[in-house]
């Protein structure tokens, strides 16, 4: 079974960037799909972005398209979420996801989050 803990979050100005990684554990790293999510406060859960398991395949929510970029480094474990040109609705608590067999919203297991707030 896989852990997986998010690191990168904090607090940036409108129009600004920061990057999110996921260092995963406990588990072979390329054996899984792995993702971003996302949830606000009083929101649903919703999907970000993610990548399959050798880094070819990525998928995007379309709001996140041509800001966000998702990419893995299997030799080290980590995914990572570069996240540019923020907005104000971009604020939330970002979970780092993994799954084994689905694609592209892996779900099976979950991090801990990292918070994102963007002020305007």
């Known amino acids: 079974q896989v852990q997986l803990v998010e690191s990168g979050g904090g607090l940036v100005q409108a129009g600004g960037s920061l990057r999110l990684s996921c260092v995963a554990s406990?588990?072979?790293?390329?054996?899984?799909?792995m993702g971003w999510f996302r949830q606000a406060p009083g929101k649903e859960r919703e999907f970000v972005a993610a990548i399959g398991w050798s880094g070819g395949t990525t998928h995007y929510r379309d709001s996140v398209k041509g800001r966000f970029t998702i990419s893995r480094d299997n030799a080290k474990n980590t995914i990572y979420l570069q996240m540019s040109s923020l907005k104000p609705e971009d604020t939330a608590e970002y979970y780092c996801?993994?799954?084994?067999?689905?694609?592209?919203?892996?779900?099976?297991?979950w991090g801990q989050g990292t918070q994102v707030t963007v002020s305007s």
């Open positions: 996801a993994a799954s084994m067999t689905d694609y592209p919203f892996p779900r099976d297991y």
């Open positions: 406990g588990s072979i790293f390329s054996r899984y799909a």
